[in-house]
């Protein structure tokens, strides 16, 4: 009896078939099969450096006025980085923008703020800012690989807006301040920087410099230091620090077509061109403005 109680207790481990039980007798369950991993993000492209866009190929006309224009530290000095979305005010001929477009493109976002021609208060304003629109739409579009993410909006002179407001990073505007002056449409324009750009977003202002306040109606292209900080100022932002990048103690500042007597306008006599090539361009403040977060 005995030797078949123990014959039928191993007949009935075999039957189990191995399985381990756990403290309380019950059959372990099976394993869950693990899941799958999620598919990882793609990786945002990295930006090329800012010295390899500055010695790009497409710049070679441009680069010439490296020396007078300090591109590398002046968007250093203003903090530009690039994932960021800029707003460059009036980009003319789009100097400035062969270098931010192609350097915001796999990370940030590069927008030329243009004025639309039917804003402007003359024909022969119109006239010139449609050449100037379209001779910068021609560029971008000739190039796609520098400016094919580029984006173009017009604004009114009158009464401008930028964008949504708060979804800019930075505002940037080179040498412009002097025509918003003369025209009566500075404080609109500041305005218009402060609206757009986030809570602690940068204002970033290069512009020819004064040496003191120019009257109403000055027509040199000069400007002083405290007559662009009030107005950004009154507009709502602070004075966050200013540089000497792009200062040049050569200028006299008493030119007889103001700052379009020297380079790159030059005019001038020709007699007289080797003097202010010697001088070369205007002397200029550099400003960084923060909008309060």
Not at 158 to 180: E, I, Q
């Amino acid at each position: 009896m005995r030797k078949l109680l123990v014959v039928s207790l191993i007949a009935a481990l075999a039957a189990c078939g191995g399985q381990t039980s756990d403290p309380a007798g019950q059959a372990a369950p099976p394993a869950a099969p693990a899941e799958a991993a999620a598919p990882a993000e793609p990786a945002a492209p990295a930006a090329a450096p800012l010295e390899e866009i500055i010695a790009g190929s497409w710049r070679a006309e441009s680069a010439a006025r490296d020396a007078y224009r300090h591109p590398k530290e002046t968007l250093e000095f203003f903090g530009i980085r690039p994932d960021m979305t800029v707003i460059e005010i009036t980009p003319g001929g789009g100097w400035y923008a062969e270098i931010l477009a192609p350097w915001l493109a796999p990370q940030g976002r590069y927008v030329g703020a243009i004025i639309d021609p039917s804003s402007a208060s003359s024909e022969g304003a119109r006239d010139y800012y449609s050449r100037s629109n379209e001779q910068l739409r021609s560029k971008f579009g000739a190039a796609p690989d520098q400016f094919g993410k580029t984006q173009l909006i017009e604004f009114d002179s009158n009464a401008p807006s930028l964008g949504a407001a708060g979804t800019a990073d930075a505002v940037l505007t080179f040498r412009n301040v002097h025509n918003w002056m003369n025209n009566g449409s500075a404080p609109g324009m500041f305005g218009a920087f402060f609206a757009v750009l986030k809570p602690g977003g940068v204002l970033g202002v290069v512009e020819h410099r004064a040496n003191a306040d120019v009257p109403a109606g000055d027509r040199s292209g000069y400007m002083s230091e405290a007559q662009v900080i009030k107005l950004a100022t009154d507009a709502g932002f602070v004075l966050e620090e200013k540089s000497e990048i792009n200062a040049n103690p050569l200028d006299t500042k008493d030119h007889p077509n103001g700052v379009w007597t020297l380079p790159p306008s030059n005019r001038h006599d020709e007699a007289d061109a080797a003097k202010y090539q010697a001088i070369g361009e205007s002397d200029r403040m550099t400003l960084r403005f923060r909008k309060p977060a």
